[in-house]
C-alpha cells in the first residue's frame, strides 16, 4: 500500500533535548512538508522541499532543521531552540507539480510531541 | 495581507444538510481545497475548486467564488461519522504556492 508514514506517535521529550520526527512516503512524491498544528490555529508551514536535496523555509521554521537526502525521507529535528515545541506534528506529501490540480497534499498520520 | 476565515463550530443533525463556509483574502488565488479532519487524526482530503462554481463528489460539494473570495461546504444526509473538524485552505501563487490555512470548523452532529 502506498502512504506516508510517520514515527513515533507519541513523542515525550525534556526540555532542552534535541528530538528528530520521521517521515517517509513511498507514492513517489517529489515534494514533502511539515506542518504544526496547535489547538484552535490553523495549520502553520515550517519547512518544504521540491526536489532531493533542496528545501525551503515556512512561516515557522526558527527552532526546526530538516534534511533530505532521498526522496522518501524528510526528517525534522526540532532543536532546543524551539521554544514552544509541544504540538502535533503533520507531515505530507504532493506530486509536485506546483499550480496544478494534481499537486494536492496528503498527510501522514502525524507525531504528537510533548516536551516535559 | 493573507486571511482565511472560517466558523470555529457548527452543529447539525443526523440526516440534514450543513453548509460550512471559508472567506479568504491572497493577494495570489491559485486553486481551494477542503479537508477532513477528525480528532487526533491527520486531514485528509475532500475537494478542489480553481473555477467558480460547484464541485459534486457524492453526499459532499464544494462551491467557490473567486469574485466574492468565498467559498462553502455542503455536506448532505448527515451520518455520525461526519463529526469532524473541516479545515479550508488556499493555494497562493505569491507565497510559493504554498498553501494558507484556515483554522478549521469543529461539526458535532446530534442524533
Known amino acids: 500500500d502506498g502512504g506516508i508514514t510517520q514515527s513515533p506517535k507519541y513523542l515525550f521529550r525534556k526540555e532542552g533535548q534535541n528530538v528528530t520526527l520521521s517521515c517517509e512516503q513511498n507514492?513517489?512524491?517529489?515534494?514533502m512538508y511539515w506542518y504544526r498544528q496547535d489547538p484552535g490555529q490553523g495549520l502553520r508551514l515550517i519547512y518544504y522541499?521540491?526536489?532531493?536535496?533542496?528545501?525551503q523555509k515556512g512561516d515557522i521554521a526558527e527552532g526546526y532543521s530538516v534534511s533530505r537526502e532521498k526522496k522518501e525521507s524528510f526528517p525534522l529535528t526540532v532543536t532546543s531552540a524551539q521554544k514552544n515545541p509541544t504540538a502535533f506534528y503533520l507531515c505530507?506529501?504532493?506530486?509536485?507539480?506546483?499550480?496544478?490540480?494534481?499537486?494536492?497534499?496528503?498527510f501522514g498520520p502525524g507525531t504528537r510531541l510533548t516536551v516535559l | 495581507g493573507q486571511n482565511i476565515d472560517q466558523p470555529t463550530e457548527m452543529t447539525a443533525t443526523e440526516g440534514a444538510i450543513v453548509q460550512i463556509n471559508c472567506t479568504y483574502q491572497?493577494?495570489?488565488?491559485?486553486?481551494l481545497f477542503w479537508y477532513q479532519q477528525h480528532a487526533g487524526e491527520a486531514p485528509t482530503f475532500l475537494s478542489y475548486?480553481?473555477l467558480d462554481g460547484l464541485e459534486e463528489k457524492g453526499r459532499f460539494s464544494s462551491f467557490l467564488s473567486r469574485s466574492k473570495g468565498y467559498s462553502y461546504l455542503l455536506l448532505k444526509e448527515l451520518q455520525m461519522k461526519d463529526s469532524a473538524s473541516y479545515l479550508c485552505?488556499?493555494?497562493?501563487?505569491?507565497?510559493?504556492?504554498?498553501?494558507?490555512w484556515g483554522a478549521g470548523t469543529k461539526l458535532i452532529i446530534k442524533p
Open positions: 475548486n480553481v
Open positions: 491572497t493577494s495570489g488565488f491559485n486553486g
Open positions: 505530507a506529501s504532493s506530486m509536485g507539480d506546483r499550480a496544478s490540480r494534481t499537486d494536492t497534499q496528503y
Open positions: 507514492l513517489n512524491h517529489d515534494a
Open positions: 522541499s521540491q526536489i532531493v536535496n533542496d528545501f
Open positions: 485552505a488556499v493555494r497562493d501563487r505569491d507565497s510559493n504556492y504554498q498553501l494558507i
